[in-house]
């Protein structure tokens, strides 16, 4: 069955480091987006990527995050200069059409700044 | 007033029983609803997914959705320990742009 993977599963890194969290979509999919879950919260939006260009971001998605699309199959976040209060699992998801479409998401990835 | 709120539970039943879980939005807007089930530490896996009101059965799951009162369940039959997850409800408005979750319940089923 096709699915969402995440790289890293868990990654350790040092305040105001830079991070990139890779995600690879369901192939045939078209939306993409990016959730973070911080422990014992709610899951939160973070950004949604269609055509090659961000569609909605939320206000955590502030100049610290990126996302790129840097090939035909990955999908990317980075922080530039990650914050303690960024230690949250990530989630990629993606889904294959603009309405009806149901959201895959990734196993995510563990983010624990020191 | 949150966009969608849930019970975090925890929700303690013996197996076998019918659990019922459910989750009370604001937004007349959100015309998709889904409920996803997530072990500890791992991504949203997706159980159910409707449009608009009425019922859909999968197996020993059972979603409803009433727009009118601005309410959804989850129903699961003959619960087992593997069910023991957290739930999460969440839906999406026509402009399909984001998801938007509930806090999710805790379920614990016991032996």
């Known amino acids: 069955e096709p699915e969402v993977t995440q790289t890293p599963s868990h990654q350790v890194t040092q305040m105001g480091q830079e991070v990139i969290l890779r995600c690879v979509p369901i192939?045939?999919?078209?939306?993409f987006y990016w959730y973070r879950q911080i422990l014992g919260q709610k899951v939160e939006f973070l950004v949604s990527?269609?055509?090659?260009?961000?569609?909605?971001k939320s206000e955590i998605f502030d100049d610290q995050f990126s996302v790129e699309r840097p090939d035909g199959s990955n999908f990317t976040l980075k922080i530039r200069s990650t914050k303690l209060e960024d230690s949250a699992m990530y989630f990629c998801?993606?889904?294959?059409?603009?309405?009806?479409?149901?959201?895959?998401f990734g196993e995510g990835s563990r983010l624990t700044v020191l | 007033q949150k966009e969608v709120e849930q019970d975090p539970g925890p929700l303690s039943v013996p197996e076998g029983a019918i659990v019922s879980l459910n989750c009370t939005y604001s937004?007349?807007?959100?015309?998709?609803f889904m409920w996803y089930r997530q072990y500890s530490r791992k991504g949203p896996e997706l159980l159910m997914y409707?449009?608009?009101?009425g019922n859909k059965e999968d197996g020993r799951f059972t979603a409803q959705v009433d727009k009118s009162s601005k309410y959804i369940s989850l129903f699961i039959r003959d619960s087992q320990p593997s069910d023991s997850a957290t739930y999460l409800c969440?839906?999406?408005?026509?402009?399909?742009?984001?998801?938007?979750f509930g806090t999710g319940t805790r379920l614990l089923v016991s032996p």
């Open positions: 998801a993606s889904r294959d059409r603009g309405v009806g479409g149901e959201l895959f």
């Open positions: 192939s045939n999919h078209l939306y």
């Open positions: 990527f269609y055509n090659n260009e961000i569609s909605e």
């Open positions: 937004n007349s807007a959100f015309q998709y």
């Open positions: 409707t449009y608009s009101s």
């Open positions: 969440a839906m999406i408005d026509t402009g399909f742009q984001k998801l938007v």
